[in-house]
């Protein structure tokens, strides 16, 4: 995880003229050492929840966190930083905002995958209601519905089946059955 992000800071400060310059730079020089178990928590919140340093680099600034999120969820140890940080509930509350834009949640969606490749599929079920939001989302007519169809497949495939249906109190049958 700190090494993708000390690779993506070398691209950054290598053009000033880059819109995370200001806030790698800024992180760079506050403190001499780094909190690696939260650095996805830091730039998640002053990304997402913070205006940009520049005009109209919102979404740039989205796209460079949700790029740096995929390439360093690697490991089941990066899957339980990420847990740890609250970084899945925080994504999953941004694709539903209106600022949310297209190429954001598809990354969202990409970010998911990619967790339950990892062997997230528990977690993402148990602790973030990965199967009810996209429950959710697939009643609200979101368009990449074959998308979420397909991340529900795949993350109850993978998953603890015996620890699921324990958490859900053998609901989970039912629920994945709606869904796919």
């Not at 925080?90 to 190429?103: D, G, H, M, Q, T």
Request: include cysteine; glycine fraction near 4%; charged fraction near 25%.
């Amino acid at each position: 995880m700190a090494g993708v992000f000390a690779a993506r800071c070398v691209s950054v400060l290598a053009d000033p003229t880059h819109c995370m310059f200001g806030k790698i730079n800024k992180f760079l020089t506050n403190r001499p050492t780094w909190e690696i178990r939260n650095l996805p928590r830091r730039f998640s919140r002053i990304i997402i929840h913070n205006e940009p340093d520049e005009d109209n680099s919102y979404h740039k600034e989205v796209d460079w966190l949700l790029d740096y999120l995929i390439d360093c969820l690697r490991t089941a140890e990066d899957m339980e930083i990420f847990r740890t940080n609250n970084v899945f509930e925080r994504l999953l509350s941004y694709y539903e905002a209106k600022s949310c834009v297209i190429s954001a949640k598809e990354k969202i969606v990409r970010l998911l995958f990619r967790a339950a490749a990892v062997g997230g599929s528990t977690t993402l079920i148990t602790r973030c209601g990965l199967l009810s939001w996209i429950d959710m989302m697939l009643i609200s007519n979101d368009y990449r519905q074959h998308e979420l169809r397909q991340l529900a497949a795949r993350v109850f495939d993978v998953c603890d089946r015996d620890k699921v249906m324990e958490w859900s109190s053998g609901t989970m049958d039912a629920t994945i059955t709606s869904i796919v």
